[in-house]
């Protein structure tokens, strides 16, 4: 069946160091991708999609480019913040009606 | 619009009892879901309604649960007879069927603990 996997946690970086957290995917056909955020004491928020292959999504400096070849959705940012600390979901749509996540990535980021 | 809610925000309750969660919608969404979510994992697909029509159930939904939509707006999620194991997260969703990439809203989560 489809499932998602990303890099273990908790990821700790300083702030303005550049962030890289790997998502790679099983799944027949073409998924939609997305990476989900939560942060602490809140609900999941979508961060960005991608919906076919070679599409990049972005949204408040983040960005993550859909790769079939690698079947890869790393998601990126050049210059974190400590606002950016959180737990981070890639998750794919494929078919039916669910959402299937990745385990989480928690992202801790110091002044 | 206020987005997705979920009612009541954390529930205690003792081995064997039942417990009943609430989920309000986007009003104009069509599709509901409900998901669990362990710590340190993420979101577990349990069930998902199309208007009032439960259209798929995973197999983590056993026999102790039951979810309903009867007037295809509210949805509620059952749980009887709760097990320690049953302690989690549990997240509604909403979206509207027909976009083309199902984009899913979650709500805050009402958080389970069984004592």
């Known amino acids: 069946g489809d499932s998602v996997t990303q890099m273990e946690g908790p990821v700790t970086l300083s702030e303005e160091a550049f962030l890289t957290i790997n998502c790679t995917y099983t799944?027949?056909?073409?998924?939609?991708l997305f990476w989900y955020v939560q942060y602490p004491g809140e609900g999941l928020q979508l961060l960005l999609k991608a919906t076919k292959a070679d599409d990049k999504g972005s949204n408040k400096g983040f960005e993550a480019t859909y790769r079939k070849e690698t079947t890869s959705f790393h998601l990126e940012k050049g210059s974190v913040q400590v606002s950016d600390s959180a737990v981070y979901f890639c998750?794919?749509?494929?078919?039916?009606?669910?959402?299937?996540f990745g385990q989480g990535t928690e992202l801790s980021v110091k002044p | 619009d206020t987005g997705v809610s979920q009612d009541p925000r954390h529930k205690i309750t003792k081995r064997g009892q039942n417990v009943t969660f609430r989920c309000d919608p986007i009003?104009?969404?069509?599709?509901l879901y409900w998901y669990r979510q362990t710590l340190g994992q993420g979101p577990e697909f349990l069930t998902y309604f199309q208007n009032e029509a439960q259209l798929e159930k995973s197999r983590l939904l056993s026999d102790r649960f039951s979810a309903e939509r009867p007037k295809g707006s509210f949805s509620t999620l059952e749980i009887q007879r709760t097990e320690q194991g049953d302690s989690a997260m549990y997240l509604c969703?909403?979206?509207?069927?027909?976009?083309?990439?199902?984009?899913?809203?979650f709500g805050p989560g009402t958080r389970l603990t069984v004592l």
């Open positions: 799944a027949t056909g073409y998924p939609s």
């Open positions: 009003s104009e969404h069509n599709r």
């Open positions: 998750a794919l749509y494929n078919q039916g009606g669910k959402l299937i």
């Open positions: 969703a909403s979206s509207l069927a027909g976009s083309s990439y199902n984009e899913q809203f």
